[in-house]
């Protein structure tokens, strides 16, 4: 009788897995792919820094151009850098010269005539630059 409950014992164990080697080898496992595992962005999908044939400056790295509408006692004045246009002919002239990329930001002060804020913004869009803003100057 003592060898039937041996080989009862003996079976029964045979058949079990032992669990905590199983875990182990899971969470080395587990361990492993996320060491291995890359989250960044790879190398060959980053843009360079470094310019082509062409060189240049991209639209990204340009400042938008800057036109100030200043009150004076004549009329109005539109200044792009050290251009001076007076009129509307003379603001579109100017601006058909410049790159569009970077887009246009109209500056006014306070006493700024309305009518020519919004000239100098319809002469931007006819010119055909895409990114136009207003920003009130406060001095």
């Known amino acids: 009788m003592m060898g039937a409950k041996r ?21 080395l ?6 060491v291995t595992s890359s989250f960044k962005e790879p190398e060959r999908d980053l843009s360079s820094s ?5 060189g240049g400056v991209s639209a990204s790295e ?4 800057i036109v100030d509408v200043v009150r004076t006692a004549d009329g109005v004045e539109y200044r792009i850098g050290s251009r001076v246009a007076r009129s509307r002919e003379e603001l579109r002239a100017v601006l058909a010269a410049l ?13 700024a005539p309305i009518g020519a804020i919004a000239t100098a913004m319809q002469v931007a869009q006819d010119e055909g630059y895409v990114k136009r803003s207003y920003v009130p100057r406060d001095e």
């Open 62 to 65: 340009l400042q938008p151009q």
């Open 50 to 54: 470094v310019q082509g044939e062409g």
């Open 29 to 34: 496992l587990l361990v492993y792919f996320l």
């Open 99 to 111: 790159p569009r990329d970077a887009g246009v930001a109209i500056r006014a002060r306070r006493d």
């Open 7 to 27: 080989r009862r014992r003996r079976g029964s164990h045979l058949g079990a897995l032992p669990l905590t080697s199983m875990i182990d080898v899971v969470f």
